[in-house]
């Protein structure tokens, strides 16, 4: 069995910031879930391009108030306590935040542990796992 609090998680290796988010990755690949799970949060008043062309994520806001658009159409979906959305076909998006946003996040196929975004807004495959996980 695997426990693991939010907060000792956010106090190690597990948390990773970058200018307009901060993930708490408290599932990964060594685990071997088949699956990640993280808590992310999206800063207020950001805009963040995202293409997870190597992961399908399904995303649960918990708090907070923003938007995502679909770049390939366009299309705008609001984002508010409650509402689940599904990057099912690897969907090129913005991300919005007008107020902070609490996302719980899961990917597969798994990360492994502090990989950010890349030029292209992707994580990158087979990244090396946390020291703590190898």
């Known amino acids: 069995m695997i426990v693991r609090t939010l907060k ?3 106090a190690s290796d597990r948390r990773v910031t970058t200018e ?5 990755r408290l599932l990964l690949a060594n685990d071997k ?3 990640s799970f993280h808590v992310t949060t999206i800063f207020a008043g950001t805009e963040t391009p995202i293409w997870y062309k190597n992961h399908l994520e399904a995303v649960y806001c918990i708090e ?3 938007e995502i658009e679909t770049t390939s159409d366009g299309q705008i979906y609001p984002i508010q306590p409650g509402t689940i959305y599904a990057l099912d076909k690897n ?7 007008t107020s902070e946003l609490k996302l719980a996040c899961v990917f597969n196929p798994p990360i ?4 950010v975004h890349d030029a292209d807004g992707a994580y990158a495959l ?9």
Do not use: C, I, V
Request: proline share 3%; hydrophobic share 30%; charged share 35%.
């Open 20 to 24: 307009t988010w901060e993930s708490t």
């Open 91 to 97: 969907d090129k998006h913005l991300l919005r935040a």
């Open 8 to 10: 000792e998680a956010e």
């Open 112 to 115: 492994n542990g502090r990989e």
């Open 126 to 134: 087979g990244a090396e796992p946390l020291a703590e996980d190898a």
């Open 64 to 66: 907070g108030e923003g």
């Open 33 to 35: 879930m088949g699956f």
